[in-house]
């Protein structure tokens, strides 16, 4: 241990002993009442007899002259039940001093209906009589909390006090006398108390609130339920309640006092069901509480409605089924290993035994002590202050808990990406060699769809163990974490992909090899149901190079594992100096080219082999800004596609097109074409052929000088939705074109269930064409064929003039390509289309 740490434990034992020594001094400051009472202060002797008057019929009077009625012992052997009765109290009071005694009796029981104290002579006249219990109306608050009366008692004299004690719920009332002085410590030592319990409680409550207010959870507010009824219920066997509440309701309490038992208990179950997050599982525990909860709810009601002596055994019964609930669902999680509940169990300790001895003490079955009467309020206390660090405690574990969950795989319980990162910025803070090495389960995707996910997971785990195995082998791999026993490597970033840090400054060629050597240890067979699944692997390497960015250097790695899939050896790298990454950062620079207008279309010319003059053009989009013109087109259509702007990006190419065929028009070239190639993912703008016809309309532009070239990954995408465009497409006079036609697999099929205008012939088929008999035939084929079907054709990929040649041998319609330009801006295209100088020499003898 650190000695920093050391220091700071030092200072928390010692903060520790500092707050028992207050607790300490406090208590010996607090008054025992026993040991305190007026025939242990002064020299008056006491006598005592009681009597208990099951008919409740009887006077003072009557009991008075049947002398022999009264049992003449402690009034500690009188059994207090709930039975209804009477109860006659005599203290017969023998002062031996030479000076007069002012006396308080104290009736240690604020819950009683009504007690009648008679102060009489020794011959039995009474000589005043006093009103006392929740019934009464009395003059203040501290007789209600604080039951009581005062006499004297004159020197060398004798009185008898008695004492008539009538009441539905408990009716145990212990009598202590003292003297003025002695009661005054007594009241002060109970004021302390009380004001000790309800500042903490109201504490614990306060704190639960901000806890749920940061946390949501819901534990927090049965917790602070719990608390309340508490000090509810506390208020009222010990009579501070009538400080906290106004008097009617705190009489009201008195009356339903067995209602703030059942709150108690019902919030105690709740908690405990609760904070052992019985709620998530859902077993048959957690059904048992909800009954018993729904059990003790109603019967609380009920408590509201019938006698407090009738109702107090049904709690107690009910209690006892509480401690028995509770006592199987707080085993059942220490059974499981729910380590963090530790001080929750501890915490009912003391609330076992302070509750079950407030029981028995207001029972009678315990002997009244200034212990025992306040043994339940500091049991609460002790299980106040052992719950807030239970609490403390579950925030913990649920901090620790949620960290666990945002930096390993919830499947597999490998490391993820997060701890990949944490590593990695810990090494860029210390300047160190950062490369991040994939290894991949080459094709796990399609694994995926053969085997269940828990297989897949199975597999990934397998893999991760083993290759965990050989890492551990060489020192230059970072650790991502380590605990008391094993040092992880590794990280999971899902579909069969693995990432770990090399540390060491060497060459690529040398990492690689070590990367080879640790791919080749690893399983080649992996058995599933009977199944030999075969397995191998790709590499990719990513060095981060000047950049920090932990994205950027992530998603360099998985560039390089896709480049290993077409490299031989299947090692793949991404250095740190490469071109422009594909990200969303580009794409948004894109959609604002889009909407800036800072995009271009350059035009390659399509030429009619009848004239060799030009006919049209095919548009192609192009990205005039220094920054990104060397990224090719083709990758930026995907990125448009993948991340969504693609249907913004098309629709700017339609009107820019339109735009430019206008421009076309008024410089004379009314015939001249504009081809715009349209891809599946177009087929999503909700009504394309509604918006095509309105730019048409905005700018004025005869339908048949717009065409639209189809490729195959249309048709495949969604053919009803193709067939029902390129009809309403056709229907507004637009030309439709079958692009890259012979190199699809229903490219025939096409020609029937789609109403095209032209064919276009993939230049794959015409590159060699001179040379390749077998290109010939298709071709011509291609051309006979579309000429049949009424359709024209266009030949791309020209780049000679020999092929230009025997393609006009061949009847062909159109052609384009490199032989006569390549695309050009717009202002470049309109030269070219006014000298066309270039195919005047098309058909020159020389």
Not at 98 to 121: Q, R
Not at 573 to 582: A, R, T
Request: glycine letters at 4%; one cysteine or more.
């Amino acid at each position: 241990m650190e000695l920093r740490t050391l220091r700071y434990h030092a200072i928390a034992v010692a903060i520790l002993i500092f707050i028992f020594f207050i607790i300490s001094t406090l208590a010996s400051n607090l008054i025992v009442p026993t040991k305190y009472t007026i025939d242990k202060t002064a020299p008056v002797y006491l006598q005592y007899a009681y009597y208990l008057d099951e008919s409740k019929t009887l006077t003072l009077d009557d009991i008075l002259h049947q002398p022999e009625l009264l049992t003449h012992d402690s009034l500690s052997k009188i059994s207090w039940s709930f039975t209804q009765q009477n109860y006659w109290l005599f203290i017969d009071l023998e002062n031996k001093s030479l000076k007069k005694e002012s006396i308080v009796a104290h009736f240690d029981n604020p819950m009683v209906d009504h007690l009648t104290a008679y102060l009489l002579t020794k011959e039995n006249k009474v000589i005043e009589t006093f009103k006392l219990g929740d019934k009464e109306d009395l003059p203040t608050l501290f007789q209600y909390s604080v039951p009581h009366i005062r006499f004297s008692l004159d020197s060398k004299s004798s009185q008898r006090l008695v004492i008539k004690v009538d009441t539905v719920g408990i009716s145990k009332t212990p009598v202590n006398l003292y003297r003025n002085k002695e009661f005054i410590d007594l009241v002060r030592s109970q004021a302390g108390l009380w004001g000790i319990f309800v500042g903490v409680m109201l504490m614990a409550a306060l704190y639960n609130l901000v806890l749920y207010f940061g946390i949501k959870d819901r534990v927090y507010l049965i917790y602070i339920g719990y608390i309340i009824s508490a000090i509810l219920l506390m208020g009222s066997v010990l009579g501070f309640g009538f400080y906290l509440w106004p008097l009617e309701w705190q009489l009201y309490f008195n009356e339903k006092v067995v209602f703030g038992n059942h709150a108690v208990s019902f919030f105690t179950l709740a908690f405990c069901t609760m904070f052992l997050r019985y709620h998530k599982d859902k077993c048959w525990r957690y059904k048992m509480s909800i009954i018993l909860l729904s059990i003790m709810f109603i019967l609380a009601v009920i408590s509201l409605l019938i006698p407090e002596n009738v109702a107090a055994p049904i709690f107690f019964f009910v209690m006892g089924l509480l401690y028995i609930s509770c006592i199987i669902l707080i085993y059942n999680k220490l059974r499981s290993g729910f380590r963090w509940a530790k001080f929750y169990v501890f915490s009912w300790i003391p609330l076992i035994f302070g509750a079950a001895i407030q029981a028995m003490e207001l029972t009678g079955f315990l002997p009244y002590s200034f212990a025992t009467r306040n043994a339940f309020l500091a049991a609460i206390l002790c299980e106040v202050i052992l719950m807030a660090m239970a609490l403390a405690d579950r925030v913990r574990y649920q901090r620790e808990y949620a960290l666990y969950l945002a930096t390993h795989t919830q499947q597999t319980k490998l490391l993820n990406s997060s701890k990949l990162k944490q590593a990695f910025m810990a090494l860029q803070a210390q300047s160190r060699s950062t490369t991040l090495c994939f290894i991949k389960i080459r094709h796990f995707n399609s694994l995926n769809t053969i085997i269940t996910p828990s297989q897949g997971y199975a597999l990934t785990k397998y893999i991760a163990k083993e290759l965990e195995l050989e890492l551990s082998h060489e020192r230059e791999f970072a650790n991502l974490e380590t605990d008391l026993n094993t040092r992880r490597r590794l990280a999971d970033l899902s579909s069969g992909v693995f990432a770990f840090i090399s540390t060491k400054t060497q060459s690529q060629e040398i990492l690689e090899s070590l990367l080879t050597k640790i791919i080749s240890s690893l399983p080649k067979q992996y058995e599933i149901k009977g199944l030999n699944l075969q397995l191998n692997y790709s590499i990719g390497i990513s060095s981060a190079g000047k950049s920090n960015d932990f994205e950027y250097w992530l998603k360099r790695g998985y560039l390089a594992l896709k480049d290993a899939k077409s490299n031989t050896n299947q090692i793949g790298s991404s250095s740190s100096d490469n071109n422009l990454m594909m990200d969303v950062t580009l794409a948004a620079k894109l959609q604002k080219a889009i909407q800036m207008n800072q995009l271009a279309l350059y035009y390659q010319p399509q030429i009619n082999l009848l004239d060799n003059k030009v006919s049209g053009a095919e548009a192609l989009l192009r990205w005039p800004n220094p920054t990104f013109s060397n990224l090719p087109i083709e990758e930026l259509i995907t990125l448009a596609e993948h991340t969504g702007i693609i249907n913004e990006l098309t629709l700017w190419v339609i009107e820019q097109a339109c735009k430019d065929i206008v421009e076309f028009t008024k410089s004379g070239y009314v015939d001249h074409t504009i081809s715009v190639n349209l891809s599946a993912k177009n087929l999503t703008i909700n009504n394309l052929a509604e918006k095509v016809e309105n730019i048409l309309i905005k700018y004025q532009v005869p339908a048949h000088l717009l065409k639209f070239e189809l490729t195959e990954s249309a048709f495949v995408e969604s053919q009803e939705a193709l067939i029902k465009l390129v009809d309403n497409l056709t229907a507004l006079g637009i030309k439709v074109v079958l692009d890259d036609f012979g190199t699809g697999y229903a490219s025939l099929s096409y020609l029937v269930n789609y109403h095209f205008s032209e064919l276009k012939i993939d230049k794959s088929f015409v590159f060699d064409l001179i040379n390749n008999h077998t290109h010939q035939v298709i071709v011509q084929t291609a051309i006979d064929m579309a000429h049949k079907l009424n359709l024209s054709i266009t030949i791309e990929g020209v780049e000679t003039l020999e092929i230009h040649l025997l393609l006009k041998d061949m009847n062909a319609d159109r052609t384009q390509g490199y032989l006569y330009a390549k695309a050009l801006p717009y202002t470049d295209y309109l030269h070219f289309l006014k000298s066309q100088y270039s195919l005047k020499m098309l058909d020159s003898s020389f």
